[in-house]
């Protein structure tokens, strides 16, 4: 960024704050994935399946 170039990082709202702070401008989302570490499923990749 200091050479001038603009960064937007598309990110969870979870997660904003830390990329607000490099100095990106924080493009957030809802994610649909669990808030906390112990929410995940057994198969991780259900959590990437878009609720039906």
Do not use: F, K, N
């Not at 994610?31 to 878009?50: F, I, K, N, V, Y």
Request: glycine fraction near 10%; charged fraction near 20%; charge should be negative.
């Amino acid at each position: 960024m200091s050479r001038g170039h603009r960064v937007s990082y598309v990110i969870g709202e979870r997660l904003a704050e830390v990329v607000a702070a490099t100095g990106a401008r924080v493009v957030a989302y809802p994610s649909l994935l669990p808030d906390h570490d112990g929410q995940w499923p057994d198969d991780a990749g259900e959590a990437l399946q878009a609720p039906t």
